[in-house]
């Protein structure tokens, strides 16, 4: 006995299947994640090496080199990327894409563990690297306080409403600045008594500390002592005795620390410049966590952050001044958009063929059986909603109604025989039964292997090829099963032909007629055809020599980035007045709704170094483009003298292992003044 049998005899288990199929869908969706790409675990692997106040070229031969001759064998390793500053290092690997990341780990730590470093470097951090963990937003606190205030505000009142915002994961804060005493001695003081200022330095680290100085114990309480010794005051600090000259001692010393230097209240020194629109501001950095929602975490972030105005003081406020889901949501929705228009329309197709309202509706109800039950699919499968998943059902509705209108218009046959509707649908679905399968397998066989392809490639249409072959197959199951039930149930003659109707008929006979002509001449010519068609063909496959090839087009997200940096040794406060010029620039224009400047130490960069996120007006409200801009933006750095910037969007964001550009240079060789020449001659 077929399928479709079973389903006409047992209607009511049929229609449970649809609704069963329908409702898990529908839940499966409301649980699924949202991102612009899909998630992509790439076999990358950061380690970080400190060792305060060590020159880069010592860190190189002493730590770095003994690390990569350690980590060069381990398996799978396709590239090691390594950065030497003052003081630290950081090295990466690359895998290859197949890797198992975390076998990988293990490798390298056992690697790690039989390395022998100098006495005073810090233990090897080892971690998983991912690109696309950036960050979704990036938050401004600015208003009419200091620096140091408006990081109490943000440690007391922002940062842990924000870590408990459901699907945050790691918060970070920028621009934060902390108070310290500062003690400026007088040289001439220092001489009078004979001192030095590392006597200075002992005294302070010896009385300005606390700790633990034991316990007292009775038989009836336990008492832990704790020795107060830190300054309380300026007056305090300033009273603390200078004891040791030298080292030795100095008795009956009646020294105290203001009489060799004076004490102030201050900040400590600037190590990033963070600015919002021109106004110096504390930044958060907000990043979701793993599978999370990032469309959905933004908007619980963008609420919350409306609470959290409410209680700042008065001239205080904090705003979203980068989105990074904005361009994703607007992706989702347009994609969202075209998949609903898609089904509308081949809907009204159906019925303008089909001629009959109860055989488009069978057609109709097939779209949500097999879309929305591929979303069941895609939850179990640890898929997230992105352009690929989409893309694919985007595809799939014009297929999965093919098997429903094959069988449904053998039925119609049937039924215009004069046939009963329940004996129709039986036997039109026995006769096409086959047909349909060979069909489906046919469009299945096509698109799975897609799935298996390998390298980065593979990784990101996976998720495609195994979300149409399910919509496919379930689009199958509906048509064998749940089409022919339908149509026994709701088949009726149409008494009059509609008009709309009637006039695709009449431009399909005029069609088709045309088409029985040039069906004929073509039999009679088979040699012209042949060569005609030969050329067609020949003259396809020049053209595709033609086409500019390319995996993800730049695309205006009205956002973008430029990472700018000042010759080396540049102080920090030298680099922030050269971002400054930039800034001037951008806030002229129109076109620029807001910017986020972070100047020195942004990722790992120097005091020389910065970037800048620069949010736009959307597209369809400016007459300059993304990519124009950013030209004329280019220009302007040029202009600056002692700046040197790089632009980026953020269109190839979690395309790669790591956040490489379009074109890259790799200028090897053994001596590094001999390098830098090459790279500044290139550039």
Known sequence: MKLSDISIRRPVMAWM???????????????????????????????????EGVAPEYMETEIVDRIEKEVIAVEGLKEIVSSVRQGSANIQLEFDIDRDIDVAVQEVQTALSQLRLPTGVDPPVLRKSNPDESPILWLGLSGNRNQFELFKIADQLVLDRIQLVDGVG??????????NLRVYVDNRKLKKYELTILDVR???RQDHAEGSSGYLENQEHSYNLRTMGEAQSIDEMGRIRITRRGGGPIYRSGITLSDLADVKNGLND???INRVNGTEAITIGVKKQSGANEVQVAENLRAEIERINKNLPEGVHINVNFDGTRFTKEAIEETQFTLILSGILTALVCWLFLGNWSSTLNVILSIPTSIIGTFIVIYFMG????????????????????????????????????????????????????????????VIAIFLPVAFMEGVIGKFFFQFGVTLSAAVALSLLDAVTLTPMRASQTLVHENREPRMVRAVRILMEHLAR?????????LRRPLVTFLSTSLLFAGSLLILFVIKREFVPPQDQSQFGVRFETPMGSSIHYTDAMGQKLEAFLKERPEVTSYLSIVGGFGGGEANTGVYFVSMTPKSERDVGQYEFMDQVRKKIQSIEGMRGFLFDFSSRGL????????EFSIRGGDWHTLKKSADAIL
């Open 383 to 442: 898929f997230t909603l992105n352009l690929f998943t989409l893309l694919a059902l985007s595809l799939a509705i014009g297929i999965v109604v093919d098997d429903n209108i094959m069988i449904l218009e053998n039925i119609i046959r049937h039924f215009e025989m004069g046939k009963d509707r329940v004996r129709a649908s039986r036997d039109g679905a026995r006769e096409i039964t086959f047909a349909a399968v060979a069909a489906s397998v046919a």
């Open 514 to 522: 045309w088409y029985r002509w040039a069906l004929e001449v073509t």
């Open 202 to 204: 002992e005294a302070i």
């Open 270 to 272: 600037a190590q990033r």
């Open 656 to 663: 790669s292992a790591r956040r490489s550009q379009p074109v």
């Open 170 to 179: 790691e918060v970070f804060v920028g621009g934060s600045a902390e108070r």
């Open 17 to 51: 299947i649809m609704f069963a199929l329908i409702i898990f869908g529908a839940v499966s969706l409301g649980r699924l994640g949202i991102s612009y790409m899909p998630d992509v675990d790439f076999p990358l692997l950061s380690i970080r090496v400190t060792w």
